[in-house]
């Protein structure tokens, strides 16, 4: 069977519009379906905490579940966290997974995003280094504006104990010379005699008594004799 030429010429374009057509509904088809290269993952510090983020670039927001383990020796030792990426766009959706982790920590980044894909990203490797603390320095005791505010109260403070000490007082004031009494006239040796034996002030009119009856005593013993005497003659 031969092909006339008109029919030659015309089968041309309709082979170039076959293709056309396929190149068509193959963007198309990709254009529905979401894939794993939409996502990405990264270990960084939040300050001084440690954290997981994922991001979905996937133009048709498409609902995707990210599940997030740390892996130790290719093998799940703990999950960290499973969230939900919703409404992503072409600038990107991102997740935050609170995670401390160690220095070269590995971990595992599953993707379900309904049947266009149900994969891990590549295994995701903490930095080197952890995230550095923030250095707390120690309470101080008081501030230095508390110490300044203290040095002048400090310096009075030691003057009015000088003067709560009282001055001592001086021999003339508290003590009496040895040898002197109140009124400075020196004591009677009679007195003094009489202190020491325990006589009392009575000791003179009773040594005058025993001499008035020791004179009386004489008197008859001399008027006595006399009457002797003159008895004898």
């Known amino acids: ?14 082979g170039v519009v076959l293709a056309s057509a396929a ?9 529905v379906a979401s894939s794993i290269s939409d996502f990405s993952a990264v270990a960084e510090c939040d ?6 983020r994922v991001t979905d670039v ?13 892996e130790n020796n290719g093998a799940d030792l703990r999950m960290v966290g499973s969230r939900t990426i ?7 959706v991102t997740i935050t997974f609170d995670e401390d982790w160690e220095p070269n920590a590995e971990y595992r980044v599953h993707i379900k995003a309904k049947k ?14 952890a995230c550095e603390k923030a250095d707390t320095p120690p309470a101080a005791s008081e501030s230095p504006e508390e110490a300044a505010d203290d ?17 001592s007082p001086s021999a003339s004031e508290n003590t009496t010379p040895a040898g002197t009494n109140e009124n400075n006239i020196p004591s009677p040796e009679g007195d003094s005699n009489l202190a020491e034996t325990g006589a009392t002030s009575n000791t003179g009119p009773i040594a005058g008594l025993a001499a008035a009856l020791v004179a009386l005593g004489a008197g008859a013993v001399y008027y ?10």
């Open 116 to 129: 266009d894909v149900d994969e891990d990203l590549p295994i995701l490797t903490a930095p080197a280094e």
């Open 58 to 70: 996937d133009p048709l927001g498409v609902k995707a579940e990210v599940t997030v383990y740390l």
């Open 86 to 92: 919703k409404n992503s766009t072409t600038e990107g």
């Open 47 to 52: 300050g001084d905490k440690g954290v997981i």
């Open 1 to 14: 069977m031969s092909i006339s030429p008109r029919t030659a010429r015309t089968s041309r374009p309709l």
């Open 23 to 31: 190149l068509v509904l193959g963007v198309a088809g990709s254009a």
């Open 224 to 233: 006595s004799m006399r009457r002797r005497g003159a008895s004898t003659r």
């Open 151 to 167: 040095e002048p109260s400090k310096e009075p403070s030691k003057e009015p104990s000088k003067n709560k000490k009282s001055p």
